[in-house]
């Protein structure tokens, strides 16, 4: 049927229609924080280039968490942030690194009120900034994947909900299931970053876990966004690995990325709207060059049309408090 039999607008004219039509939505369950805990107390820094994020000691992480509960978040995202580092990142192995003690400290308070995931990769902890071990100025493959697994059973022995390999490694989750079902931590879920561009819209994140790692890609690792189907092998290979979901990364600029393994894997996905896509946003809308709210609800969107079941974004409790607002 055409015009004029055919007229789109009629289901346009009548914002109850309009609504009544709409397929997607976004609410709070939809969303992940992510966190940045650091060592001390009452400590509160905003990271520069996230313009309304913070480092926060965890006496802040549980006033937050009490927040987040208020605005029906419930799932969390934890990175470390720490003034000791050392080669390799096995000072993130020990169960008094300050994630660990992150994790229980929530899950006293708060029990299952609140599902933890925990980033897991070196970068924040190696004195170079690197992935993981560096063998003939590169990150070594396997020995990495030997600290990335030490460094989950320790985050399961606290009591953490879903481990985050985001490091690229071949083979971590490999690795990590085998040591979390040898330690009869089999029922803890691991979430991939399976499909994870070498991306310039992490600058700002480098600068939120105090990363020497500044300038620079991680080509030797990191996908290559010239590549149009090899998220195909990277998810293939973490499912046959034990991967239960999977994180995409980033967001925003790989929709189509999103939307295809939508098409092709029967798997959850969660989408990360990493730091530069957020700082893009945020210094836009101090230029008074596009609403924020309006933008930001309408990226959100877009993952989730794409295919997204959920969404990381340091826009999380701004998008929590709107909706509550607006009674939604
Ligand atoms: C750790 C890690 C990074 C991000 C999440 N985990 C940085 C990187 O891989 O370079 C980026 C998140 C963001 O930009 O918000 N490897």
Do not use: W
Request: proline fraction near 3%; aromatic fraction near 8%; include cysteine.
């Amino acid at each position: 049927m055409n015009y004029p039999q055919s007229r789109l607008r009629r289901l346009r004219y009548n914002k109850i229609v309009r609504e009544m039509c709409e397929d997607i939505n976004i609410l709070p369950k939809d969303l992940i924080y992510p966190i940045f805990v650091c060592e001390g107390e009452n400590i509160k820094n905003e990271i520069k280039s996230l313009v309304g994020q913070h480092q926060i000691s965890i006496d802040n992480v549980v006033k937050l968490c009490e927040n987040l509960i208020d605005l029906n978040i419930n799932k969390i995202l934890l990175f470390g942030v720490v003034n000791e580092k050392d080669e390799t990142g096995d000072i993130a192995c020990s169960s008094e690194s300050i994630i660990p003690k992150a994790v229980r400290q929530i899950k006293k308070i708060f029990g299952d009120k609140l599902l933890i995931i925990a980033d897991v990769c070196n970068c924040s902890y190696t004195t170079h900034g690197h992935c993981g071990t560096i063998k003939n100025n590169d990150v070594d493959n396997d020995s990495t994947n030997k600290t990335l697994a030490n460094q989950s059973l320790v985050l399961a022995s606290s009591g953490v909900d879903i481990i985050a390999p985001s490091d690229m490694m071949d083979g971590r989750v490999k690795f990590i299931r085998e040591i979390l079902d040898k330690n009869s931590y089999e029922k803890i879920p691991i979430f991939p970053y399976s499909v994870k561009y070498s991306s310039s819209f992490y600058g700002p994140f480098r600068d939120a876990v105090n990363s020497e790692f500044a300038g620079g890609k991680r080509e030797t690792h990191q996908m290559n966004f010239k590549n149009s189907y090899e998220f195909i092998r990277e998810i293939e290979q973490d499912l046959n690995e034990g991967a239960d979901a999977v994180i995409i990364k980033p967001a925003l600029t790989y929709l189509d990325i999103i939307s295809k393994v939508k098409s092709e894997f029967n798997v959850p996905i969660i989408a990360y709207n990493v730091s530069g896509e957020y700082s893009m946003v945020k210094s836009s809308a101090k230029n008074n060059h596009i609403n924020e709210m309006e933008v930001i609800i309408e990226i959100m969107h877009s993952m989730k049309r794409a295919g997204a079941d959920s969404i990381i974004t340091y826009h999380a409790i701004q998008i929590a408090e709107y909706l509550k607002n607006k009674n939604v």
